[in-house]
């Protein structure tokens, strides 16, 4: 399927101290095949959020936005909500910084589907993220999240993450880099509630062909655990890219 996004921003420093920024986001979601009709779908976003320095190291702020989600095919319900929170920012040393966020989900969903859940969603979402660089060579990164997404025969399906990813830079022209993901989820309701498990691992290379163009190869396996049937999967996936910047 096609995901389509089109967005305008803006940011405004109000002083040295505060900055408001504001967005509209519209994404399409556009299946290539009769059989994912029912994904089908646009959405209409307003985002503001409002961040204060707190000192060199501390950044805090509040977020705020409102949604419009429609479905094209009568099946899954379509919904409108306020999603509201606190973010921030925290860095220790120069070579430590973390970010924060934890938010308030609210999604009304207007039963206009065919699929049975009647359920509306109300509750958290959250993302810690901590970043370090050993030294000049490796840095990593450690993530935590709990998100609310759209669910493919479901309202929403919530997922916990955990990641850790890294990059080694110790090659002359070539730097190597990959993450470990392990995520649990779930289905609010529908035909049929799932609860599943998956495991991802990536690694890959990219290769400094000019000062301006990097080929780029990577590997990743993913393996789904899942408690309905014929959603289980094993899957591998290769990528190859060269990546040319003006």
């Known amino acids: 399927r096609l995901t389509n996004t ?5 940011e405004w420093q109000i002083n040295p101290l ?17 059989v994912f009709d029912t994904v089908e779908r646009t959405e209409h976003a307003f985002f503001a959020s409002l961040d204060r320095v707190i000192n ?21 319900n379509s919904s409108s909500g306020p999603p509201l929170g606190l973010q921030g ?17 609210v999604s009304d969903f207007r039963n206009d589907g065919r699929n049975p859940d009647a359920s509306d969603f109300r509750g958290n979402d959250y993302s810690v993220d901590i970043a370090h660089s050993l ?14 997404n759209y669910g493919f025969v479901s309202n929403v399906t919530v997922t916990e993450t955990l990641s850790y990813s890294y990059t080694y830079k110790g090659f002359n022209r070539a730097d190597i880099r990959g993450h470990f993901t392990w995520q649990e989820g779930r289905d609010s309701g ?3 509630i799932e609860k599943y498990d998956r495991l991802i691992a990536t690694v890959g290379i990219d290769y400094a062909l000019s000062p301006k163009l990097t080929w780029e190869l990577a590997y990743e396996y993913s393996i789904k655990n899942s408690d309905q049937p014929r959603r289980d999967y094993e899957r591998s996936d290769f990528t190859i890219l060269l990546r040319y910047d003006f």
């Open 18 to 34: 505060w900055t408001a920024q504001g967005s509209y986001t519209r994404t399409d979601v556009i299946p290539f095949d009769s």
């Open 6 to 10: 089109f967005r305008l921003a803006t």
């Open 56 to 76: 060199s190291r501390i950044t805090a702020g509040v977020y705020g936005s409102r949604f419009w989600n429609d479905y094209t095919v009568d099946f899954n």
């Open 190 to 192: 529908g035909l049929s």
């Open 135 to 148: 030294n000049s060579l490796y840095s990593h990164r450690l993530s935590i999240s709990r998100s609310v």
């Open 89 to 105: 920012t925290f860095q220790v040393p120069d070579t430590l910084s973390s970010s924060a966020r934890y938010g308030w989900r």
